[in-house]
């Protein structure tokens, strides 16, 4: 069975904040989403350690730190005007479009 992509509150390029495991507190930039999991990658936030085998004469092996996929519900957007991790809510503007807007503040969000 396929699972059917969910609509996520954070797209890639968003700052966000962790706010609970081991990571919380924590503040990076979503590098991947992953609706069809609900969940998404964010910089320097649940590293992994993988070991690699070199594949061909010069790729070298090794230990390397990477980025794990975190469930996209245990983040949230940084406002930028408020400086602080806010909920989100999605608003019609005049012309049609749909934005995303700081529930504080009302600052719109980049799409």
Same mark, same amino acid.
């Given at each position: $069975?396929?699972?059917?992509? !969910?609509?996520?509150?954070?797209?890639?390029?968003?700052? /966000? #904040?962790?706010?609970?495991?081991?990571?919380?507190?924590?503040?990076?930039?979503?590098?991947? *989403?992953?609706?069809? #999991?609900?969940?998404?990658? /964010? #910089?320097? %936030?649940?590293?992994?350690? =993988?070991? @690699? =085998?070199?594949?061909?004469?010069? @790729?070298?092996?090794?230990?390397?730190?990477?980025?794990?996929?975190?469930?996209?519900?245990? *983040?949230?957007?940084? &406002?930028? !005007?408020?400086?602080?991790?806010r909920r989100v809510a999605?608003?019609? $503007?005049?012309?049609?479009?749909? %934005?995303?807007?700081?529930?504080? &503040?009302? #600052?719109?969000? *980049?799409?």
């Amino acid at each position: $069975m396929v699972n059917k992509p !969910r609509k996520l509150h954070v797209k890639k390029g968003d700052t /966000v #904040e962790i706010i609970s495991g081991k990571d919380k507190g924590k503040r990076g930039v979503v590098l991947r *989403a992953l609706p069809s #999991e609900g969940k998404i990658v /964010v #910089e320097g %936030v649940n590293m992994l350690t =993988k070991h @690699q =085998k070199p594949r061909g004469a010069n @790729q070298q092996g090794g230990i390397i730190h990477q980025e794990g996929a975190i469930y996209a519900s245990k *983040a949230m957007l940084v &406002c930028k !005007r408020c400086n602080k991790a806010r909920r989100v809510a999605r608003k019609v $503007m005049e012309d049609g479009t749909k %934005v995303r807007v700081c529930k504080k &503040c009302g #600052e719109t969000f *980049a799409n």
